[in-house]
Nanobody, 115 residues
Framework: QVQLVESGGGLVQAGGSLRLSCAVS????????MGWYRQAPGKQRDLVAS???????NYADSVKGRFTISRDNTKNTVHLQMNSLKPEDTAVYYC?????????WGQGTQVTVSS
């Protein structure tokens, strides 16, 4: 059974940094694209950043220059380094993994940025 476990969320002041991590276990197949999404209260879940198995990245315009996504294919992990955080970055952040048999999600981790 494929499982994604996120860690690293929390409360931080505006301008601060957080690093989110996600570990994938239980997959017999290679993990293709991985990504981070976020969902604020009353809003839809939106893509924050994604990364292919080969390392190509894509970012939402709102986080370009502040967030960096990375992955370790040997450990089946993906990370999101978040710098210069803003109150509008407050949301539940979800890890996502695309594997041969489907798309899988983590349980989410809360990020709260105070002004």
């Amino acid at each position: 059974q494929v499982q994604l476990v996120e860690s690293g969320g929390g409360l931080v002041q505006a301008g601060g940094s957080l690093r989110l991590s996600c570990a994938v276990s239980g997959s017999r197949f290679s993990i293709q694209a991985m990504g981070w999404y976020r969902q604020a209260p009353g809003k839809q879940r939106d893509l924050v950043a994604s990364i292919t198995r080969g390392g190509s990245t894509n970012y939402a315009d709102s986080v370009k220059g502040r967030f960096t996504i990375s992955r370790d294919n040997t450990k089946n992990t993906v990370h999101l380094q978040m710098n210069s955080l803003k109150p509008e970055d407050t949301a539940v952040y979800y890890c996502n993994a695309n594997i041969l048999m489907g798309v899988f999600w983590g349980q989410g981790t809360q990020v709260t940025v105070s002004s």
